[in-house]
């Protein structure tokens, strides 16, 4: 099991890694791995677009989240990676999580410091003024009219996982 770390992974690192699970686990023992689904966010009020400008800017500036981005936008095709590295009877599974107001306070927590890490990559990159205007919404995670206080928030995510068994 492997869970929130091969969204760092360059590919062939992800493919060392792989293989290294291939190697230490038995013959015909099950292998997962799970990631968030980047091309899966979306947040409500609010446009896709702005998601898709943080990170098409941050690659194409090659700021320290751009490492990321590749790693959020690959899980799509996790289960054929995995039949490249030697898995055998593989399969991908998404789940769709939305956080919606009013959230608890757990949730409340989580998608204002989620949404602030984004308003501080958006602080790096240069993106049009109404990007900017956007994420700055998002500055202030205890600030009182965070959109994650109104109704109608929405802040949805997607975990993939890919399962693979080792041949033999």
Not at 74 to 82: A, H, K, V, W
Not at 113 to 130: G, I, K, N, R, Y
Not at 137 to 155: K, L, N, Y
Request: aromatic share 14%; glycine share 6%.
């Amino acid at each position: 099991w492997c869970a929130n770390i091969i969204e760092y992974f360059d590919d062939a690192t992800l493919n060392r890694v792989l293989e290294e699970f291939i190697r230490v686990t038995r013959p015909g023992g099950r292998v997962a791995v799970k990631d968030w689904d980047g091309g899966l966010f979306r947040f409500q009020p609010g446009h896709p677009k702005f998601f898709w400008h943080l990170f098409e800017a941050a690659e194409r500036q090659q700021v320290a989240f751009a490492r990321n981005v590749h790693g959020f936008f690959r899980l799509s095709r996790l289960d054929q990676i995995f039949r490249e590295v030697g898995f055998e009877q593989t399969r991908l599974v998404s789940r769709l999580l939305d956080h919606r107001a009013p959230l608890t306070a757990a949730q409340h927590r989580w998608c204002t410091q989620a949404l602030h890490m984004f308003f501080e990559v958006s602080a790096q990159l240069d993106l049009p003024d109404e990007d900017r205007a956007f994420w700055r919404q998002f500055e202030d995670p205890a600030a009182e009219d965070h959109p994650a206080r109104r109704d109608g928030f929405v802040f949805g995510e997607a975990n993939t996982m890919a399962v693979g068994t080792v041949p033999g």
